[in-house]
């Protein structure tokens, strides 16, 4: 029991980690603000310093309106979301210290079969230090290695199983002392942010991406009239929920598009709401047991089959929207039959655009 609280509380401690800045957030404009004699020196640490301080104002942008993805290892599907509260971020740029101080605070919820669902708050505090890197056909890899954790606070909200609730009891198992401990440990691993020569791009993974490499994208996406803005993969499993987003419409004449196909279930929902909708939802999931209920009816509300690629356009207002993948049978279309030892986990392949609508 002892072991798989410490996986759990292992898949959450990636929360300091996972919400960081991605192609939308550090693009090519702003990647180009110094040009490219500038990004390709890995001498010029001062100058492109700079760059760094533009796309971390956007990380806390980011990291306040889109959940976080919270994996057991960087190769794992995802196992859960933080959603930040607060972000702050904080330069030290002198001649004897370069580097970026993160504080967050916010909420989440994570997945083991042993313990169903978690829900938890958790603040962290983390020092960040970049180490550039110039791959030899011109791609410059940043790392963001942590150089200090000065605090970091884990409250369980919720445990959904009640085997787990009770051998906690036994064990005198105290899971927010053990969160402290695998949070600080695993936010040692940091993030890589990575410069792409050929293109212009600009990517991010968790962790330490090798030179030359590119982190997992499970779908291929060729669209020069659409700004991608997640393509990801993840997991859940049966009576769970996912919250993926948000992601937003800068325009009224603007659409999502969007694209995904399940694996290891025969079905599940997807709902595309408003971000207030889902922000209510996520409020709810990470307190109590089972699915989020639906507050009205959401904009999309369709059932994902497998074997079968699943595409869909929503004309939307401006704004920001979550899409809710649901593996329940309290909600939506779908309705997993839930057995003992028998968790039928989806595994969902997503990528989300946007663009004008046709």
């Not at 694209?259 to 709810?284: R, Y």
Request: glycine share 10%; aromatic share 10%; hydrophobic share 35%.
């Amino acid at each position: 029991m002892r072991r798989a609280w410490l996986l759990v509380l292992i898949s959450l401690a990636l929360l300091g980690t996972s919400g960081c800045p991605k192609k939308e957030t550090l693009g090519s404009a702003s990647m180009s603000l110094l040009g490219p004699g500038v990004i390709n020196n890995p001498k010029n640490k001062s100058l492109r310093f700079d760059i760094l301080k533009f796309g971390l104002e956007r990380f806390c942008f980011e990291m306040t309106r889109r959940g976080a993805p919270l994996k057991l290892s960087d190769d794992q599907p995802v196992a859960g979301r933080f959603f930040a509260d607060t972000c702050s971020q904080t330069v030290l740029d002198d001649e004897h210290r370069k580097s970026i101080i993160v504080q967050y605070t916010g909420k989440g919820y994570g997945w083991t079969n042993v313990t169903g669902r978690l829900g938890f708050t958790a603040a962290g505090l983390v020092e960040y230090a970049p180490d550039f890197q110039l791959h030899e056909n011109g791609s410059l890899y940043i790392y963001f290695r942590p150089r200090k954790i000065d605090s970091t606070n884990f409250t369980t909200l919720m445990v959904e199983s009640s085997i787990a609730r009770g051998g906690m009891g036994l064990l005198n198992v105290n899971p927010d002392q053990i969160g402290r401990q695998i949070v600080d440990g695993q936010l040692q691993r940091g993030f890589t942010v990575i410069r792409y020569n050929d293109k212009g791009e600009t990517d991010f993974a968790l962790g330490y991406v090798p030179k030359g490499r590119r982190p997992f994208k499970p779908f291929v996406v060729d669209s020069a009239d659409k700004t991608t803005l997640g393509n990801e993969r993840t997991e859940v499993h049966t009576g769970q929920m996912d919250f993926i987003g948000g992601f937003e419409l800068t325009d009224g004449d603007q659409a999502l598009y969007l694209t995904a196909s399940i694996d290891g279930a025969a079905g599940v929902d997807a709902f595309l709401v408003p971000k207030f909708l889902g922000d209510q939802m996520i409020e709810h999931y990470v307190k109590n047991a089972g699915a989020a209920p639906l507050p009205q009816p959401p904009l999309l509300d369709e059932a994902l089959t497998q074997g079968q690629v699943w595409k869909r356009f929503v004309p939307a207002p401006k704004g920001v929207y979550y899409l809710v993948i649901d593996n329940s049978n309290q909600v939506g279309r779908t309705a997993p039959q839930a057995q003992a030892g028998d968790d039928r986990a989806a595994k969902v392949d997503y990528v989300v655009q946007s663009g004008d609508r046709p």
